[in-house]
């Protein structure tokens, strides 16, 4: 097993990491263009190179650009990719205080510790996790995308309706298309692109980038300021500090971020938003959360890099590709005539191994360039003209709007949907329960509609919602997560009132 | 007046001469091979195992271009707008060709999209895990009839080509199934393995792909698959369903005849390459060839089965 780890270091395979991880990071920090554009643009790209070689350009690529989405995330209130739609939570607030840098060096090295999480799962308990991933059925997934609804209301603190109303208008949105079963079009109104429904990344594009571009046009003051009585630089020593302090926040994060990404049909935006809500429920300053709290970033983005490791479990071990940009890498695969399926691990482990160890690579290069770039991107970001920086973030938003489907009208979704997201964070709405309502609401829907074909032809609906293990655990948590706030206000009233005793 | 004549003549003349030289040494530059699916996809597979045999044959490659979005009908409804001189061909896949345009506006229309060739088959399978008490085809048909409706099968969306195979099985069979449809193969596949449903309505390469973890109880071919000898037809047990996903590549249309000869002599010349062959049926594909002049008869076939199998969804009339 050495020997592919020798693999994976020689000059060659090294450089093709490092080229991808800056690829991606670049490509997933740009607002507008995420990791899956990423992948799919420099896929043919790799075509001509062995299969290994070929696997850890794409793999360095897919890492890079999820953890590349903080960038935009931290600093400009906008997720480079939908996985890190949890990081704008703390990491802008962070920035907007002066601590950009810090915000960023912490998302790096939680991102890192986090891929590292799920790569070495991949290598070690690859079979049996996937395993465990085949469990889940619809009515698993109807009910995690529930839990991740009732998350979104919760982290709505102080504006729980508000939230409410914000992911009740994202289940809206994702109804708009051919329905899942039956393939009735609705609230398409005759037009062909409404009904292949509204895609995420349009949504997040519009809901995320347009407000932000808005309210920039709209105000006099500068972007962003260089705080001069903040220090300066990596500020590494202080998010080594901050990030001891969240050891096991990291942990069971990253360990969240590698089981959800194993599931075939969730993501990165879901497991960094159970992993961020776990981390706030334990937390002893769970009142910081929202408002910049280290440990929300740690959390964001230890989930979310976990989740590429993870994403490779069911596709390497049973050919199911965990994630889109899994599916891509999969067919770039077959194109070099590598048989995905069950018995890749056994006739192409080298090919396999060496792929895992430059995964693992990648993500430990992933420190020096993420810090190096981190470190000029937020000094260009600062210095950069207002009236540079608006032109090309709208640039960016069309283009890469543009770029997931060519088709023009998903642009000009994008843009009325980012007037609608103006108006309302006018209002006082975020826009993460509207696009977690998008992304959940599919999720739901699926899973509840095949639950309860399912449940009909069996003649057992009610054991198939309400009586399989897994359902009853997550419905626990959900019941927990939803109860807990109130308990919690209940105990503190009830501690209040002894106190007055 | 008449200098205008001549001019027109002359100008006549020359793209004669033009369009005459070009079918003499065409190709004489890359083709641009447009995919309407991702990069990675079978379409793209396929069409990259292409290109040494077109290499071979003319001493020019492909230039491959991506154009995904709405199933490939983004792709598509572009297609006649590109240039018609033979260096835009564009990947295709049935039955989307024919579903797409009856379930709405696609931008398309069937009878647009100018084919030029078809040359594999993907057929459809009913796979089952390998774990699965169903043991064959006649296992399942029983269960099906003891029970009408328990037995669920997952597929790939709502009237699509799993959907349509799931239905004219039923009718042929005279059995009742649950449909379960799901948004993707992985999606689907996933939940057959794990047992979420009891079989799955998908294609031969799933089986070819998923090795010992799967049973295939039939496939939907005239004849055996080589890869699975001791799997039925679905015709061996007097069901009617000898079908599957079909792919090809089409032309604008307004693309000069003698190109469109041309270039489906290519590719029939593409599908004899005894290694092509090889590669394509070891990954569970079926090499068929439909030619040119062979192709209005074939949309009729297969566009009259269609519209029998969309009668059954309830898509038309």
């Known amino acids: ?501 | 007046m008449k200098s205008h004549k001549i001019k027109k003549l002359i100008s006549g003349f020359t793209l004669a001469l033009l369009a005459a030289g070009a079918q003499a040494d065409y190709p004489e530059r890359n083709i641009n091979y447009y995919i309407p699916f991702n990069p990675g996809g079978e379409s793209d597979v396929t069409a990259r195992m292409q290109e040494e045999g077109f290499k071979e044959a003319t001493g020019q490659g492909f230039t491959f271009q991506y154009k995904p979005g709405a199933g490939g009908a983004t792709g598509l409804s572009q297609l006649n707008q590109m240039a018609d001189d033979g260096y835009n061909i564009m990947g295709f896949n049935l039955p989307h060709l024919f579903l797409q345009p009856m379930s709405g506006d696609v931008g398309y229309e069937t009878d647009d999209i100018e084919v030029v060739y078809v040359f594999q088959l993907t057929p459809h399978a009913l796979i089952v895990p390998a774990s699965s008490s169903i043991e064959s085809l006649e296992d399942f048909v029983s269960r099906a009839k003891e029970t009408p409706g328990a037995l669920t099968v997952a597929g790939v969306g709502s009237n699509s080509a799993p959907h349509i195979a799931k239905e004219i099985f039923d009718d042929a069979a005279s059995t009742t199934t649950t449909y379960i449809p799901f948004t993707g193969t992985s999606a689907s596949t996933a939940a057959m393995l794990g047992k979420q449903v009891d079989a799955q309505w998908s294609f031969v390469t799933v089986g070819v792909e998923q090795e010992d973890n799967v049973r295939l109880l039939g496939v939907a071919m005239e004849e055996r698959h080589p890869l699975f000898p001791d799997v039925p037809t679905f015709k061996e047990m007097g069901i009617d369903l000898v079908d599957g996903a079909y792919r090809g590549v089409a032309v604008p249309k307004t693309t000069p005849e003698e190109i469109k000869q041309e270039l489906s002599s290519l590719f029939a010349e593409i599908n004899k390459s005894p290694s092509f062959r090889q590669t394509m049926v070891d990954k569970g594909y079926v090499l068929i060839d439909v030619p040119y002049s062979e192709v209005p008869e074939f949309m009729e076939r297969v566009g009259s089965d269609y519209k029998e199998a969309a009668r059954l969804l309830g898509l038309v009339e």
Request: charged share 10%; aromatic share 8%.
């Open chain 1, 1 to 501: 097993m050495f020997a592919y780890f020798l693999d994976a270091l020689t000059p060659f395979n090294l450089m093709l990491a490092m080229f991808g991880v800056t690829a991606g990071i670049t490509i997933g920090a740009l607002p507008g263009l995420t990791a899956t554009m990423a992948v799919a643009v420099l896929t043919p790209m790799t075509f001509t190179m062995p299969p290994s070689s070929a696997l850890i350009v794409l793999a360095s690529i897919y890492m890079g650009g999820i953890y590349g989405g903080c960038f935009s995330a931290i600093l400009v209130n906008t997720p480079g990719t939908p996985s890190s739609i949890t990081t704008t939570f703390d990491g802008y607030p962070m920035a907007k205080r002066g601590d950009g840098a810090l915000a960023l060096s912490l998302a790096t090295l939680a991102s890192v510790i986090g891929g590292a999480i799920g790569v070495l799962l991949l290598l070690l308990v690859a079979p049996p996790l996937a395993r465990a991933a085949l469990a889940f059925g619809p009515v698993e997934y109807f009910w995690l995308a529930v839990l991740g609804l009732t998350l979104v209301a919760s982290l709505s603190e102080g504006n729980l309706l508000k939230g409410i109303m914000g992911a009740c208008l994202g289940l809206l949105i994702s109804f708009v298309g051919s329905a899942v079963m039956g393939g009735d079009l609705r609230f398409t109104f005759g037009s062909p692109t409404l009904s292949g429904g509204v895609n995420i990344v349009v949504a997040l594009i519009g809901l995320f980038c347009i407000p932000v571009v808005l309210d920039l046009i709209s105000t006099a003051e500068p972007h962003m300021e260089m705080d001069k009585e903040r220090p300066q630089g990596f500020r590494l020593r202080e998010a080594v500090k901050l990030l001891l302090n969240e050891k096991i926040n990291v942990f069971r994060s990253g360990g969240i971020g590698a089981l959800v990404g194993a599931l075939p049909a969730a993501g990165g935006s879901i497991s960094s938003l159970i992993a961020y809500s776990e981390a706030r429920r334990s937390s002893k300053k769970s009142h910081e959360y929202g408002k910049g709290a280290p440990g929300g970033i740690v959390a964001a983005e230890a989930a979310n890099n976990a989740t590429v490791g993870g994403g490779f479990i069911p596709t390497l071990t049973l050919g199911i590709p965990g994630t889109p940009p899994d599916a891509i890498i999969m067919g770039a695969l077959l194109v070099h005539g590598v048989q995905i399926g069950p018995s890749l691990f056994t006739e192409n482990s080298e090919i396999v191994y060496t792929f895992i160890f430059g995964l693992l690579v990648a993500t430990i290069l992933m420190l020096p360039i993420g810090l190096l770039l981190g470190r000029y991107a937020f000094r260009a970001f600062i210095a950069i003209p207002k009236s540079l920086l608006v032109p090309g973030v709208l640039l960016l938003t069309i283009l890469g709007t543009y770029g997931i489907n060519n088709n023009v009208i998903e642009v000009f979704i994008m843009l009325a949907l980012g007037v609608v997201g103006w108006a309302l964070s006018r209002a006082g709405f975020s826009p993460a329960p509207i696009v977690l309502g998008v992304v959940l609401g599919q999720i739901a829907e699926q899973g509840f509609v095949q639950a309860w074909l399912i449940g009909s032809a069996t003649s057992n609906l009610s054991g198939m919602f309400f009586g399989r293990p897994i359902s009853l655990a997550i419905i626990g948590i959900i019941i927990l997560s939803l109860g807990y706030p109130l308990l919690a206000t209940q105990l503190k009233k009830f501690g209040r009132l002894k106190a007055h005793d």
